[in-house]
Nanobody
Framework: VQLQASGGGLVQAGGSLRLSCKAS????????MGWFRQAPGKEREFVAA????????YYAYSVKGRFTISRDNTKNTVYLQMNSLKPEDTAVYCC???????????????????WGHGTLVTVSS
């Protein structure tokens, strides 16, 4: 599985961006996908995830109500719609795929088998 993230950029506080993560290779082996971010000098943190079975979505408390994760099966793509962006959302955002059909929380980075390169999101104040 290969993952290609895109859509990052520079936006003013209060603005919106939509990130995309396109899966290729063996996209039908994916059971869940997630987004993580890492700000300069900080640890990587969970942002959002979508588990195919049950069509369940999960969000970090800091983004709940502002970010929405969704997927387009026809395009093998997962999106992260980010609204009401804040300067503290500035980070490199990475997408990841889980192909193991486990039961562990999707907030744990170790659950994911494949990672895409990051896309930089910069929110100016």
């Amino acid at each position: 599985v290969q993952l290609q993230a895109s859509g990052g950029g520079l936006v003013q506080a209060g603005g919106s961006l939509r990130l995309s993560c396109k899966a290729s290779g063996h996209p039908f082996s994916i059971y869940a996908m997630g987004w993580f971010r890492q700000a300069p000098g900080k640890e990587r943190e969970f942002v959002a995830a979508h588990r195919w079975i049950g069509d369940n979505t999960y969000y970090a408390y800091s983004v709940k109500g502002r970010f929405t994760i969704s997927r387009d099966n026809t395009k093998n793509t997962v999106y992260l719609q980010m609204n009401s962006l804040k300067p503290e959302d500035t980070a490199v955002y990475c997408c990841a795929a889980d192909t193991q059909l486990g039961t562990m929380s999707l907030e744990i980075a170790g659950v994911y088998d494949y990672w895409g390169h990051g896309t930089l999101v910069t929110v100016s104040s």
